[in-house]
């Protein structure tokens, strides 16, 4: 997914108060003792690399498929510098934490085998968190907190609506606002996708702490709106597939109808 300018600015402000990232909500948490299982990537291909200009993130596996190590490169997640995280697994396989050269860790913690929350620490210090809700097996909703000691606050919330195919077909933001506890809605994205195999799916449990959603087709069109429900820009993706039916690279435009628009490309590397 990318970010309208407007929204790139609101987020930047709170990775300048953090230096770092996660994502997701409180409240009652949705119990699944049945999650579904994550399908293979066809053909036995891996997503090696998905990079969109500048901005990249690349995984590592060991000889058993596990990833190992991810670096990232992005202006939501990491405001533009390149981070590596060695990925660590519990005996269920599940990711037991995530840590960097600098100190910074991410911890989640489970129930029933369900990711429910993600504890960030700096140097062993926790300094925020992210809350998961779910809904019928998938994340419908992630909030994000702040803070030191027992004092965190939230400082971000997405909600996540998904169609009958397993895709996010909404994804809302909210911000913190001037009151305690007070969200303030920032607008909301509308998305539609391909019926091709997202690599990136596979990776999703990962991805989800790095505030990043990855449904099980690729998206085709966003639409973006501010927080009093116009229309603030769009994106469309036109994709080249390989011979598994997986995408190897994208065109996208952006711009609203009847605006100057630009051009982007994305890449996908397999191993």
Not at 18 to 32: E, P, Q, V, Y
Not at 69 to 96: C, H, P, R
Not at 101 to 128: C, H
Request: glycine residues 6%; proline residues 5%.
């Amino acid at each position: 997914m990318k970010l309208s300018s407007s929204t790139r600015q609101t987020l930047s402000a709170f990775l300048l108060f953090t230096g770092l990232l996660t994502s997701t909500a409180s409240c009652k948490k949705d119990k699944n003792d049945f999650p579904e299982p994550t399908p293979p990537p066809p053909a036995a291909q891996k997503i090696k690399e998905f990079k969109d200009g500048e901005e990249f993130i690349r995984f590592d596996y060991n000889a058993a498929g596990d990833v190992t190590k991810v670096t990232i490169n992005s202006d939501l997640n990491t405001g533009g510098t390149e981070m590596v995280y060695t990925v660590q697994y519990n005996a269920a396989k599940k990711i037991a934490a995530l840590e960097s050269p600098d100190g910074i860790k991410i911890v989640p913690v489970y129930e029933n085998n369900i990711m429910t929350r993600a504890d960030m620490l700096e140097n062993g210090e926790r300094i925020g968190y992210t809350n998961y809700l779910y809904e019928n097996g998938q994340v419908s909703r992630s909030t994000i907190y702040f803070g030191e000691d027992t004092d965190f606050m939230a400082f971000l919330d997405f909600i996540f609506t998904y169609n009958t195919a397993g895709n996010i077909s909404k994804a809302e933001m909210f911000i913190k606002g001037q009151q305690p506890n007070q969200m303030v809605r920032a607008g909301h994205v509308n998305f539609q996708h391909d019926d091709k195999n997202n690599p990136l799916h596979a990776q999703r449990d990962l991805l989800a702490l790095f505030w990043q959603g990855a449904s099980k087709n690729n998206i085709k069109v966003e639409d973006h709106f501010d927080a009093a429900l116009q229309p603030e820009d769009k994106f469309v993706y036109y994709y080249q597939y390989n011979n598994n039916g997986l995408p190897k690279s994208a065109m996208v435009k952006q711009g609203l109808p009847g605006q100057p628009d630009t051009t982007s490309s994305l890449q996908f590397t397999y191993q």
